[in-house]
Antibody, heavy 120, light 113 residues
Framework: EMQLVESGGGLIQPGGSLRLSCVASGFRFSDNWIHWVRQAPGEGLVWVSHISRDGSITDYADSVKGRFTISRDNAKNTLYLQMNSLRVEDTAVYYC?????????????WGQGTMVTVSS | DIVMTQSPDSLAVSLGERATINCKSSQSVLYSSKNKDYLAWYQQKPGQPPKLLIYWASTRESGVPDRFSGSGSGTDFTLTISSLQAEDVAVYYCQQYYRTPYTFGQGTKLEIK
């Protein structure tokens, strides 16, 4: 079964840092671009960042640019999101999700998400 | 950024009836050289991650019931559920993956009348 499992969420004070992880199984991880998408409580879906198959290309939403860093370790089938200078408005469930193989494509596999709460 | 606007925000439909959700993008998401619209539809039930239903605007994901269909091109798109079932109660999102930041519509909440 193709699967993505996130971890690393929790309660953190404003200005703090957190690193999220996402472990893939059941497919060749290095074949896919991978994304982070977040969803604040009761709100819609917001794309956060993505990374290319070999990790050489990354991009970010303006709201997290300069504070978040996406990376991957294909040998460990793992995606990361380093989140620094966290703000209250970063509070959300963070999902990792993969592109379907091929061109820029829709997101066909999603993890269950990990909750990040930024609060004093 | 490409803004995705869905209508309506919420919808109540009787079991067995047709449900239609619209999505409009602020710019075309048609990649002309490939003749593909970079538009997807997702279903999200409470407490669950989104589930891909439709990609390339009209291609049904494997395992998705054929009562779900997508149509449209350029800037105007529609998700249709031909005969609503109880398990279709969810929030539905459109998304463009034509250009980053990849953007989603605000969501349409579908309920049973």
């Amino acid at each position: 079964e193709m699967q993505l499992v996130e971890s690393g969420g929790g309660l953190i004070q404003p200005g703090g840092s957190l690193r999220l992880s996402c472990v893939a199984s059941g497919f060749r991880f290095s074949d896919n671009w991978i994304h982070w998408v977040r969803q604040a409580p009761g709100e819609g879906l917001v794309w956060v960042s993505h990374i290319s198959r070999d990790g050489s290309i990354t991009d970010y939403a303006d709201s997290v640019k300069g504070r978040f860093t996406i990376s991957r370790d294909n040998a460990k089938n793992t995606l990361y999101l380093q989140m620094n200078s966290l703000r209250v408005e970063d509070t959300a469930v963070y999902y990792c999700t993969r592109d379907q193989p091929g061109d820029p494509n829709a997101f066909d596999i999603w993890g269950q998400g990990t909750m990040v709460t930024v609060s004093s | 950024d490409i803004v995705m606007t869905q209508s309506p925000d919420s919808l109540a439909v009787s079991l067995g009836e047709r449900a239609t959700i619209n999505c409009k993008s602020s710019q075309s998401v048609l990649y002309s050289s490939k003749n593909k619209d970079y538009l997807a539809w997702y279903q999200q039930k409470p407490g669950q991650p989104p589930k891909l239903l439709i990609y390339w605007a009209s291609t049904r994901e494997s395992g998705v019931p054929d009562r779900f269909s997508g149509s449209g091109s350029g800037t105007d798109f529609t998700l249709t559920i031909s005969s609503l079932q109880a398990e279709d109660v969810a929030v539905y999102y459109c998304q463009q993956y034509y250009r980053t930041p990849y953007t989603f519509g605000q969501g349409t909440k579908l309920e049973i009348k």
